[in-house]
Each structure stands twice: as structure tokens, then as C-alpha cells.
């Protein structure tokens, strides 16, 4: 079953090519949806997919890339968006609300 889910990452991430990183994991467990920085520097990520591989997802966000510091990470399960592909939003950007 389609799930979407809205994961937010904190930590030390910058200098270590998460966005990057994070999309290549996403194509390798069939994953779509977007990753961003928000002006906090944390990591936001939107991810569509099956189940199991956004489980597989989930954790490797915990984790991080090779250089990366997850201190937190909050999980939360939104409506879907329907996304071809995993795309890279560049910039830093407000959070935006639910739903």
C-alpha cells in the first residue's frame, strides 16, 4: 500500500551532500518525493512509496550519510502527492504546515 511520509531530520548535516545522498538512497528503494534544507538548516523530505521500502527509508534517515550526525528525527504520515520522481528542491526554505 501507498504511504506518504513527512520526515524531518536534525543534526549535523551540512557539508556532507545529505540531499544528495538522500535521493540516491530514494531511487535504490524506489522511493519518490522531494528533500529540501530548511532555514534552520535542518533536513525536510517528503517520501511516497510502498510500506516496506519507506521503511527501509526511515531507516536510513536515522543513520545518515558517511559524515552526518542524526540527532532527531520525526516521522509523521501525510495525505499523498502523487510524485514521479525524487527531486532535490535547492535553497532554504520555511517549513511548511501539514497537509
Known amino acids: 500500500m501507498k504511504k506518504c511520509l513527512r520526515i524531518s531530520i536534525k543534526g549535523s548535516l551540512r557539508g556532507v551532500g545529505i540531499r544528495f545522498r538522500a535521493m540516491e538512497a530514494a531511487y535504490r528503494m524506489d522511493i519518490r518525493g522531494t528533500v529540501r534544507y530548511l532555514k534552520d538548516y535542518s ?3 517528503e517520501a511516497e512509496g510502498e510500506e516496506r521500502n519507506l521503511e527501509d527509508f526511515v531507516g536510513w534517515c536515522r543513520k545518515g550519510p558517511t559524515g552526518a550526525r542524526v540527532q532527531d528525527l520525526v ?6 502527492h502523487g510524485y514521479e520522481r525524487f527531486d532535490i528542491i535547492r535553497g532554504y526554505h520555511q517549513e511548511r504546515s501539514s497537509g
Open 43 to 45: 533536513v525536510l523530505i
Open 75 to 80: 516521522v509523521e504520515e501525510i495525505p499523498t
